[in-house]
């Protein structure tokens, strides 16, 4: 069964005005989809054929090598994307609460502290790639990726992240990605988040 790109679980407006509807649209539609045609189209006929991406990518390694680059970087952005579409809501924003909010100040200090190094790494990231909160060996971690590598890749759970990529912003926020990370909490769905964090740790306790 070949990767498909999920249905966006809101409208393509629903996160105005923190991103437009257009720029949803063409993420979505265009840039989403050509991820997922190349990696099918990679993947077809290999052993990795229909497995779930995140687990395609942990033996990123077992694929043909003239395969690797191209999963890495398709397969990658069709995990990444998935993951990003669903981390977002109309009705997100505010904080993290319960267990999620306890493990963010016990090992950032604060959640300002937490949003302000996620922030800072999402700018630091040279070119196109992602800022991300990952679960790795049981500890939270801020980390960010370039291109379209996922935090799998490492051995860790992506819990969190945003797309720094010019197509993300650029039509609404033009060069200013500073301010598209600051706009971007008011769309997180800290409950998404809640529910990834409880399902790696049960993983990672297993
Ligand atoms: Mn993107």
Redesign the pocket.
């Known amino acids: 069964m070949p990767y498909e790109v999920p249905p966006l679980p809101y409208d393509y407006a629903a996160l105005e005005p923190h991103i437009d509807e257009q720029t949803m649209r063409l993420?979505h539609d265009k840039?989403?989809q050509a991820y997922v045609d190349k990696a099918n189209d990679a993947l077809s006929g290999t052993d990795f054929d229909g497995q779930p991406i995140e687990e395609v990518l942990r033996n990123l390694s077992s694929l043909p090598q003239d395969k690797q680059a191209v999963v890495r970087n398709n397969g990658g952005?069709h995990a990444n994307?998935t993951l990003?579409w669903e981390s977002m809501s109309p009705s997100g924003g505010g904080q993290p609460s319960g267990g999620l909010a306890d493990a963010i100040n016990d090992a950032f200090g604060s959640f300002d502290a937490f949003k302000e190094q996620f922030e800072a790494n999402g700018v630091a990231q040279f070119g196109s790639g992602w800022t991300w909160l990952v679960l790795d060996g049981g500890e939270l971690k801020l980390t960010k990726t370039p291109n379209q590598d996922s935090p799998v890749l490492e051995g860790q759970t992506p819990l969190l992240g945003n797309?720094v990529?010019e197509?993300?912003y650029y039509l609404k926020y033009q060069n200013r990605r500073p301010e598209y990370l600051k706009a971007w909490w008011n769309v997180v769905d800290w409950n998404k988040v809640a529910e990834r964090y409880a399902a790696a740790r049960q993983t990672a306790a297993a």
């Open positions: 993420h840039h989403h952005g994307h990003f797309d990529w197509h993300a």
